[in-house]
């Protein structure tokens, strides 16, 4: 730990963000003026570890992802892997695409020379 960091409880500095003449209103105004900024607080610090906690499963998400790509056998093998999610801030979509361009031209060819002798065949009938 630095020397700067202070341990245990620690007394929260309300002075700071309360508006200006809050020490003009009544006491129940007073309350009800630091009712609402603990609210608020609260809510903002919700949020934001609401956004962490997102960000990390995004995170975990895309590393086993890429983990499963990696470990495809990639001779001879075409693959596509789409995935979708989201994080603190926003949504991500994110599709690969890879594999052994060898194989695609022959499986092409036989595709090619199929239709071509389906075509014949139809013509010479």
């Known amino acids: 730990m630095s ?4 341990r245990g409880l620690q007394r929260l500095d309300l002075d700071s963000k309360l508006p200006a003449g809050f020490h003009d209103l009544s006491e129940e105004e007073q309350r ?8 608020q607080d609260i ?11 997102k960000s990390k499963i995004a995170e975990h998400d895309l590393a086993v992802g890429i983990d499963a790509v990696q470990r495809l056998d990639h001779e001879r093998k075409i693959y596509s892997k789409k995935m979708k ?6 949504t991500y979509d994110l599709q690969i695409r890879g594999g052994d361009t060898k194989f695609i031209v022959p499986v092409l060819v036989v595709i090619g020379v199929i239709i071509l002798g389906i075509i014949l065949i139809m013509a010479l009938k």
């Open 85 to 90: 999610g989201e994080t603190g801030s926003g």
């Open 3 to 6: 020397e700067n960091e202070q």
């Open 43 to 53: 809510e903002i610090r919700g949020e934001m570890l609401r956004k962490v906690g």
């Open 32 to 39: 009800a003026v630091v009712k609402r900024l603990q609210d």
